[in-house]
Structures are given as structure tokens and as C-alpha cells.
């Protein structure tokens, strides 16, 4: 009796192992990647948009308002990697506050592509007041958790303007960086907007993250352009720093009847001679 029981045991031991091995070698190469998305760390926001894409023949969008942001976001994804877009854009008085902050943030929404996994400015626009997260997950395996924190990716130009000059003087600043790509990174393309300056010769424009000194700034009257200056250079000369993970503001000082530009970044101030006449 006891022999039996031994031999029941073992072969239902046995079958046990054999069920074991296929579930081990089973071919799971083909079941999607379960992303998990840990939104936590960005309270300060009221509303996210993403995008997920593999750059070809998948495409996730959605939103999360920020009472879910401690919860994790899980969806299925292929496991030929996807990039990841995430956006949020600061309220009127620069707090980022997301699309609760009033009407200069409404609308907004119109500079993300409709796939959400790029943004896009138009010419003539300046640069959305935007927070971003981008990344290419490789999503090679079962599951993957990724831990999103959005950043500043625009950087605010003050400009004060001193000139002597009779009739009033037009600003206008050009680029070549017009919004961003799949992989977040600075997208190629033209950029153009023309301040606003107020009778005491202040204005300020958003400009998108650059990739070198391919900025350029122009002064006009009624007659046509009178100066033009390589501005992209002069920031990088005051040691701007473009690849930093929150762009930082600029404060420039022009004055015209100086025929110089003095930058001033915190503490930072240098004098630059302009030689280029049209």
C-alpha cells in the first residue's frame, strides 16, 4: 500500500515537472510588453498628454488628469521598442499649472501633432510654454516601468530696447529649430515670430531648445531692416547652456544707439560689438 502511494506520488510528480518545463520553454516572443508609467513626481501640473509609438504601426494617446497621477498607468505595447511623448504647458503667469491656468494656455494643444508623439510651430508663432518628457523605451521583455518627471523645453527672451531712433523700431527673431521630433529632440525647420515691444521698449518671446548659435535677431523701422545680429552665438558666448534639463530664461539689453548688445544671464553681463549692417 505504502509502495503504491509512492508510485502515485511520483509519477504525478513526475507530470507535474513535464507541465513545469513547457510553461518555462514556452515561445512568449510574440505577447506584448505591459509599460508601466509612473506619473508621481509631477503634482505640480493639472493635466498630461502622451503619446506611444513604435514610429510605424502602433500609436497609444491619452491624457491623465492630476488626481491619477499616484496611480500607474499600464498599457500593452510591442516589443520592438516605442517612443514616449509626454506634454503639459504653463498657465498665463508662467506657474506650470498645465491647461488650468487661464486663456493664454488655451489652445495650446493646436502646436502637438496629432499623433501626439511630436510638436510642431507654426511660422510666425513663438515657442508653446511647454513641459516636456521624451524617451525611446526598449521593450524587449515582459514588462517595463518607466519613471516620468517632465521638464522646461522653451527658454522666455526679455529684450529691453533702448534706441533714440524717431520712428518706432520692429524685432523679429529667427531660427531653425521649429518644434520637436519622434525622439523629443530639437526638430530642423523655419522659425520666425515677431515681437511685441511696448512703449518702454520691453518685449519677450518663447523660442524652442536649439541646437547651436543659428539664431538670429533683426531691428526694422518703416524703411526696412536696419541691423541684424548673430543672437544664437551671443547666447552661447554667455555660457547659455542648451542642453540643460530646464532651460533657463534669457535677459538681454540692445541698446541701439550704442551699436552693442549687453546679454545678461544672473550675474553673467558681456558687451557684444555688432559689425553687420544691411
Partial sequence: MSKGISSAAFVLFAAVCIFAGCSIKED???????????????????????????????L????VGNRDFGQPYRLEVPRSGVYLNVYSFASSDGRADGYGGGAAVMGETEFIDSDRTSLTIPLGRECPPVYMYSS?????KEMHSEYVLLRKNYSVLFIRLLSESASPLVLAVGGKIDGYGLDGAPEEGDFYVKPEVNEDGYCEVRIPRQKDGALRLTISDEEGVLREFALGEYIIASGYDWTAADLEDVEMVIDYAKTGVVFSIKDWEKTVKTEVVI
Avoid: A, H, K
Avoid at 498630461?48 to 509609438?53: N, P
Avoid at 525611446?136 to 524587449?140: A, E, L, S
Fill in 136 to 140: 525611446r523605451i526598449d521593450t524587449g
Fill in 60 to 63: 497609444y494617446r491619452d491624457m
Fill in 28 to 58: 512568449r516572443s510574440q505577447c506584448p510588453c505591459i509599460l508601466e508609467l509612473d506619473f508621481s513626481g509631477n503634482g505640480r501640473f493639472d493635466r498630461l498628454d502622451f503619446g506611444v509609438s513604435s514610429g510605424d504601426d502602433f
